[in-house]
Structure formats: structure tokens, C-alpha cells
């Protein structure tokens, strides 16, 4: 049973347009959510997180909102460049945020269009 | 800065042999992850490490097991191979001593596994 989902195996978007990537959990229980951007042949590298008691949280062009009712986050690029073209991986975990193992999404392949 | 490493980076085995993954986190970090990816899934947690005690053990097969030695670094054993172990095998670091706020776990390149 996925606990993760990420609906969107893929999405498509213009270079200087907003991309959202969406994430929803099925896990009350989670408490520290992350977003993680993969290369091919390379491992995940760490983007942005949030914890339950914040509904967003910004860093530079990313933010993260999370809708805790809805059990929904979900990741914004303004503006999206072709460099963020790779494989988004939204993570859940439980307590101390973010220290105990990490339940993945299957992750949303972003392609920003020059 | 520095990240994690792990090395091989690739393996190939034959059915039926074993496999030692290495790993060796960011330095002062005190816990490890070992993560398994196969083919178009998503990374799943295998067993991690504090302060090198296990500390949470997942989806792990009873013919793997791993260790965390004094130097921090770990390693994951892999014995009578099958197939389906054929995957991408992440490391992942993260200091969770100590501080205060989040502990963001930061991976290394992955070791590819191959069973042949």
C-alpha cells in the first residue's frame, strides 16, 4: 500500500512558467515532509522540507505548501528553468523531523521546455 | 563540500554469490540509511544506523545485513543473490545528535547492482 502517491508520473512546462508538482499521503501519523530531485545515475539530492506544524515553507524558487486536512503538499518551481529537468520525489516521515526513515513517492518526471 | 560516498558505484554478480556495498557519510554525521531502488519504484528503506546500533530495519531480506563500524562508515552484505536483487542500492547521511530543527538525510550516488 503506497503511503506516498504522486498521481503525475510526468509533467511537461514551459521555461519561465510555474511548475507544481503534487504529493498526497495517506499516513495521519506523518510529521516531516521533504522534496528530493533526482538525476539519472545520481542519488537524491535534498531540495526543500517542511514540517506539520508549518503550512509552507520558501527557499529561493521553490516553495512547499502542505495541507494537512487534505493530506496534500505540494512543490512550486517560479520560475522553472530547464536545468530542474529530472525526477521529483516528494518523502514522508515520522517523528524528530525527518530523522527515522523516509517512505518515498514514486516521483513526477519534470521536463521545463526552453 | 564533502557528501557521501559509496563505492563500488557498479557491480556485477552472479546468482548465488555475495556482495559487500560500502558506504561513508558526510563527516560528523552520526546515522546511515540503506535504501533500495529498483527499476522505474521508488527508493525503499532496507535498515539504518545510529551512533552505529541499528536503529530501524525495514523491507530487508534475512540474506542481507549490514553493520556501521567505529569510523561511521557502513556496510550493507548481500549473500546468495537472486535475481530480483538486481537494483540501486542509495546510502544516505544525516546528523541527528545534538541538534535542533531537522535532520535532512542527504544520499550518496548509488551503488548499481547487477545480478546476473
Known amino acids: 500500500d503506497q503511503q506516498v502517491k504522486q498521481n503525475s508520473p510526468s509533467l511537461s512546462v514551459q521555461e519561465g512558467r510555474i511548475s507544481i508538482l503534487n504529493c498526497d499521503y495517506t499516513n495521519s501519523m506523518f510529521d516531516y515532509f521533504l522534496w528530493y530531485k533526482k538525476y539519472p545515475a545520481e542519488g537524491p539530492t535534498f531540495l526543500i522540507s517542511?514540517?506539520?506544524?508549518?503550512d509552507k515553507n520558501e527557499d529561493g524558487r521553490f516553495t512547499v505548501f502542505l495541507n494537512k486536512s487534505a493530506k496534500h503538499l505540494s512543490l512550486h518551481i517560479v520560475p522553472s528553468q530547464p536545468g530542474d529537468s529530472a525526477v521529483y520525489f516528494c518523502?514522508?516521515?515520522?517523528?524528530?523531523?525527518?530523522?527515522?526513515?523516509?517512505?518515498f513517492g514514486k516521483g513526477t518526471k519534470l521536463t521545463v521546455n526552453p | 563540500a564533502a557528501g557521501v560516498i559509496q563505492s563500488p558505484r557498479h557491480l556485477i554478480k552472479e546468482k548465488r554469490e555475495t556482495a559487500t556495498l560500502k558506504c561513508y557519510p558526510i563527516p560528523r554525521h552520526d546515522t546511515v540509511y540503506w535504501y533500495q531502488q529498483g527499476p522505474g519504484q521508488d527508493p525503499q528503506f532496507l535498515i539504518s544506523?545510529?551512533?552505529?546500533?541499528?536503529?530501524d530495519k525495514g523491507s530487508i531480506p534475512d540474506r542481507f545485513s549490514a553493520q556501521q563500524f567505529s569510523d561511521y562508515h557502513s556496510e550493507l552484505n548481500m549473500s546468495s543473490l537472486e535475481l530480483g536483487d538486481s537494483a540501486l542500492y542509495f546510502c544516505a547521511s544525516s546528523l541527528v545528535f545534538g541538534r535542533q530543527g531537522t535532520y535532512e538525510q542527504y544520499f550518496g550516488p548509488g551503488t548499481r547492482l547487477t545480478v546476473t
Open positions: 517542511i514540517s506539520s506544524i508549518k
Open positions: 544506523f545510529y551512533e552505529k546500533m541499528q536503529s
Open positions: 518523502a514522508a516521515s515520522v517523528g524528530q523531523g525527518g530523522s527515522e526513515k523516509l517512505v
